[in-house]
C-alpha cells in the first residue's frame, strides 16, 4: 500500500506528515445487473465516470511553529535554523507514531516551492538526504497544490472553486484541462502578510499566529471605518489597504497618548484596535469573497473550498458561507491541521504524483521560491 | 400598492411592467422590461444586496459602481442626466470635453437609476449579440464576418479614444443591432435582419467594469481581454481577429499603433506574473 512522508517548510511552520493511500476501488463500470449499484445512485455522483476516490489515511501529522516576538516578522535566517535545529526529531517522532518500517515507506515529499529561500532549502536538505540514507525516490511538490490537493481528500469537494489565502498567497483557483488555474490573485501582498504587518504595528503577539489573535481582537469590534477597497477584475490588491490601516494606528496610538481617543464621528464611540482589527477584516475578507463569486459564476460552479493559514479565520468562512448559499452551493473548509501549513498535504500531493510515474532526480531536487500553481501537470485527474 | 415583483427595488416591486431576466452575473441582474410607455423597452440592471458584506461596505460599493457606469454612459453617449439643459459641464481645460458624446447611440443611453436601492435603467439595444451572430452566420460569408469585425475594431478604438477602457470586453458584451428601417419605428421587429446577415451597427454594452483611462496598458489589456475572449469563444474564427485590430490601429491614428504595440508586450507577458514569497 501506497506510504508517503512529506516534508513542509516553506514558511515559519515545519511539518512532517505520513500518509497512506489505500488501494484504488475496482474501476470496472458495475454490471448492469447488479443490484448494488442502483442507477439513482449512479447518477447522484457528482463526477461522471470517475469513482469517488477512498478516503486517505493520516498516519501522522506533526508541526512545529517558528514564532518570532511580538512587533517583529520571522525572518528568513532564523526560520531556516528552526526548521533544521527541528526536522531530525519531527521525521523520527512522526515515523514512531506512524507504526511504519522504512521499507513500507514508498518515496519522500518535499515542498519545491513557492515560498521563502532558506527555510525552503534547509527542509530540501533534509529531504534529500532521508532520499539517499534510506534509499527511496524523492517527489519535489508545489505547496499551492498541496494545499488544494489536501483540502479535496479532507472535505471531499469534488470540483470546487479553491480560494487559497495565506501568508504568502493568495489564489482564486479552478481545475480545467489538467492544470490548477489561477483566475484571480493578489497583485501585491498576499491577506495573510498584510494581516500579519498589521498585527505587528498593533504589537500583537505572533503566537498562536498573528491572523488568529487580530481575529480574536475583531470580534470585539463593531465600528466599519472607511478602507479602501481594490478588487480589479478577479485580481486583488492589499498594500494600499494595509498603508491606510496603518496610518489609522498611528493616528489611534497618537490620540492615546494625548489622552484625547479618537472618536468615531457616526457613533461617538473610541476608536480602539479591536474597531481596526474588525474594520481590516470586513474589507479585505469582502473583496476575498467578491473575486471568488465572480470566478464561480465564471466557471459555472457552485462549490467554494478555502484553504490556507488564513481559511481557518471563522468570519471568512462564515462571509463565503452565505455568499455561498445564495448561490445555491456550499462552503468546505478544514480546521486548522490541515489549513495551516502541514506536511500531509506534501506527502499527500506527493503521492498522488508519485502513483502517476513522477519522481524528482536528485540532481533536479532544486527549490525555487516562485514556482505557480498552473506550472503542474494535474494528471491524475481528469 | 401591492407588490408584483417582490423581488425588485422599488419602484419596479410595485410596477406592472413586466420583467424577464436577461442574464444573472456575480454582481447584478439584467432585466428586459419597458420604460415608461409599454412599447419603450428598456433594460434594468439591479445589484442585489450581498448578504456576506458589511451593510456600510455594501452600500457604499453599489453607490460608487452604479454611479461610475452611469457616468461613463452618459459621457459616450453625451445625453442624458449630467450634461443636459443648464447643467454645468465639468471642463478640463486642457482636454475641454474629451469624449463627451464620442459614441453616441453607440452605447446605452442611460435613463435613470438609484443607488440606494441598487439599480440602474438604460435603453434597450434591440439585435443579438456579436457571439450569437458570429454562431448563426452563414459559413461562406467571410467577407461579411471581416466587415463586422473591422466594425468591432472601430468601435472600440471610438471607446478608447473617448478615454474609456471597457473592462470586459467579449463578444457577448458586443451587439449587433440591425440597421432601423427609413420609418424606423422603435420596438417594431421590422429591422431584425435574417439570422445569417452579419449587417448592422456594433453596439457597446455592459460598462460594470469600465474605468475612465487613457493609458496604453490599460488599452492594450482591454484589447488582449477581447483577443483571449475572442480566440475561446469562436476558436475557428480566432485567425480573422486581426480585422479587429487593424481596423483599431487606422480608427485611433497614432495612438493606436502605439497601443497595439503595447499589445504585444501584454501578449507575451500573459496574466502571468512570477510569484514571490
Known amino acids: ?382 | 400598492m401591492t407588490q408584483l415583483n417582490p423581488h425588485l427595488p422599488p419602484p419596479f416591486d410595485t410596477s406592472s411592467a413586466e420583467f424577464t431576466l436577461i442574464a444573472q452575473g456575480a454582481e447584478s441582474l439584467l432585466y428586459r422590461t419597458t420604460f415608461l410607455h409599454p412599447n419603450t423597452s428598456a433594460a434594468l440592471k439591479v445589484r442585489p444586496e450581498k448578504k456576506w458584506r458589511h451593510q456600510t461596505l455594501d452600500k457604499r460599493l453599489t453607490r460608487q459602481r452604479i454611479l461610475a457606469e452611469a457616468r461613463v454612459l452618459v459621457k459616450l453617449s453625451g445625453e442624458g442626466i449630467a450634461s443636459g439643459g443648464g447643467g454645468k459641464k465639468v471642463k478640463d481645460p486642457k482636454l475641454g470635453v474629451q469624449g463627451v458624446g464620442a459614441l453616441r447611440g453607440r452605447v446605452p443611453a442611460v435613463w435613470g437609476l438609484d443607488w440606494e436601492k441598487g439599480w440602474l435603467v438604460m435603453e434597450w439595444i434591440e439585435g443579438r449579440t456579436v457571439k450569437q451572430a458570429i454562431y448563426d452566420r452563414d459559413a461562406g460569408d467571410e467577407m461579411g464576418l471581416r466587415a463586422l469585425l473591422g466594425e468591432v475594431g472601430r468601435v472600440v478604438a471610438l471607446l478608447h479614444g473617448a478615454g474609456v477602457v471597457h473592462g470586459d470586453l467579449t463578444s457577448s458584451n458586443l451587439m449587433l443591432r440591425p440597421l432601423k428601417p427609413e420609418t424606423g419605428q422603435e420596438g417594431e421587429e421590422k429591422g431584425v435582419a435574417k439570422p445569417g446577415r452579419l449587417s448592422g451597427e456594433v453596439v457597446l454594452i455592459d460598462f460594470g467594469l469600465a474605468t475612465q483611462s487613457v493609458s496604453d496598458e490599460d488599452r492594450a489589456v482591454d484589447l488582449y481581454v477581447l483577443e483571449r475572449a475572442f480566440g475561446s469563444t469562436h476558436p475557428k474564427e480566432e485567425a480573422l481577429f486581426a480585422e479587429v485590430l487593424a481596423a483599431y490601429g487606422e480608427t485611433l491614428g497614432k495612438s493606436g499603433k502605439v497601443v497595439l504595440r503595447r499589445l504585444e508586450d501584454v501578449r507575451m507577458r500573459g496574466r502571468k506574473k512570477s510569484m514571490l514569497g
Open chain 1, 1 to 382: 500500500m501506497p506510504i508517503a512522508i512529506g516534508l513542509e517548510g516553506s514558511a515559519n511552520k515545519l511539518g512532517v506528515g505520513i500518509i497512506l493511500h489505500p488501494p484504488t476501488r475496482d474501476l470496472t463500470p458495475p454490471s448492469p445487473h447488479d443490484s448494488a449499484y442502483s442507477d439513482d445512485e449512479r447518477s447522484s455522483q457528482p463526477s461522471k465516470g470517475t469513482p469517488r476516490s477512498p478516503p486517505v489515511q493520516i498516519l501522522a501529522n506533526l508541526r512545529h511553529t517558528f514564532n518570532s516576538p511580538p512587533g517583529t516578522g520571522f525572518l528568513p535566517k532564523d526560520t531556516a535554523a528552526h526548521h533544521r535545529r527541528w526536522v531530525v526529531r519531527l521525521v523520527k517522532q512522526a515515523m514512531a507514531q506512524a507504526h511504519v518500517q522504512l521499507e513500507d515507506i514508498d518515496c519522500i515529499c518535499f515542498t519545491r516551492g513557492p515560498g521563502m529561500g532558506g527555510p525552503l532549502s534547509s527542509v530540501a536538505i533534509a529531504a534529500r538526504t532521508l532520499s539517499q540514507l534510506w534509499d527511496k525516490p524523492l517527489v519535489g511538490v508545489n505547496h499551492c497544490v498541496g494545499h488544494v490537493e489536501m483540502g479535496r481528500a479532507i472535505t471531499g469537494a469534488e470540483n470546487p472553486v479553491v480560494l487559497y489565502v495565506s501568508g504568502g498567497n493568495t489564489q482564486v483557483i479552478a481545475y480545467s484541462a489538467q492544470r490548477y488555474r489561477i483566475f484571480g490573485e493578489a497583485l501585491d501582498v498576499a491577506v495573510g502578510n498584510c494581516l500579519d504587518r498589521f498585527a505587528r504595528v498593533l504589537n500583537i503577539p505572533n503566537d498562536p499566529a498573528p491572523g488568529y489573535n487580530i481575529e480574536q481582537l475583531a470580534k470585539k469590534g463593531g465600528i466599519m471605518l472607511e478602507l479602501p477597497y481594490a478588487v480589479k477584475g478577479m485580481d486583488v490588491s492589499f498594500s494600499g489597504i494595509l498603508a491606510r490601516v496603518e496610518e489609522m494606528a498611528a493616528k489611534m496610538q497618537q490620540a492615546e497618548t494625548k489622552n484625547e481617543p479618537w472618536l468615531d464621528v457616526a457613533t461617538q464611540q473610541p476608536i480602539t484596535p479591536a474597531e481596526l482589527c474588525f474594520t481590516l477584516q470586513e474589507t479585505v475578507f469582502a473583496m476575498l469573497v467578491e473575486i471568488t463569486e465572480r470566478a464561480m459564476a465564471h466557471v459555472g460552479a457552485n462549490q467554494v473550498l478555502i484553504v490556507g493559514g488564513v481559511g481557518c479565520n471563522e468570519r471568512l468562512q462564515e462571509m463565503m458561507g452565505i455568499m455561498a448559499s445564495e448561490r445555491g452551493g456550499s462552503v468546505f473548509a478544514t480546521d486548522e491541521r490541515f489549513c495551516i501549513d502541514n506536511g500531509i498535504m506534501i506527502a499527500h500531493a506527493g503521492l498522488l504524483a508519485y502513483k502517476q510515474g513522477f519522481s524528482t532526480a536528485l540532481s533536479d531536487s532544486g527549490v525555487t521560491q516562485r514556482f505557480r500553481t498552473d506550472e503542474v501537470l494535474i494528471n491524475w485527474r481528469d
